[in-house]
Nanobody
Framework: QVQFVESGGGLVQPGGSLRLSCVAS????????MAWYRQAPGKQREVVAH???????TYADSVKGRFTISRDNAKNTMYLQLSSLKPEDTAYYYC?????????WGQGTQVTVSS
């Protein structure tokens, strides 16, 4: 089963930007549907954005217009560009398939938006 490693998180001021990366342990070219998820303290994990193999994207209303998901099958990598960040975007961000596979969850990357 494919494993994912997320990176790129950090501490950023409101209005700032980050670019998250998700590297798969194997080829993602045959994976039709992938997503970025996030989990804020005390809250359930939620879908932030997902992307198909053909590049079709969907976003949660809370991030629409601010986040951009993309994937590079040749590099077995998926990205999430975060812009105009808000304190409520603070969370651990994870990548996985859609629907998620329990054994594929990585450690996540922490994003903290604070002044």
């Amino acid at each position: 089963q494919v494993q994912f490693v997320e990176s790129g998180g950090g501490l950023v001021q409101p209005g700032g930007s980050l670019r998250l990366s998700c590297v798969a342990s194997g080829s993602i070219s045959s994976i039709y549907w992938m997503a970025w998820y996030r989990q804020a303290p005390g809250k359930q994990r939620e879908v932030v954005a997902h992307i198909t193999n053909s590049g079709s994207t969907t976003y949660a209303d809370s991030v629409k217009g601010r986040f951009t998901i993309s994937r590079d099958n040749a590099k077995n990598t998926m990205y999430l560009q975060l812009s105009s960040l808000k304190p409520e975007d603070t969370a651990y961000y994870y990548c996985n398939l859609v629907p998620p596979v329990q054994t594929s969850w990585g450690q996540g990357t922490q994003v903290t938006v604070s002044s």
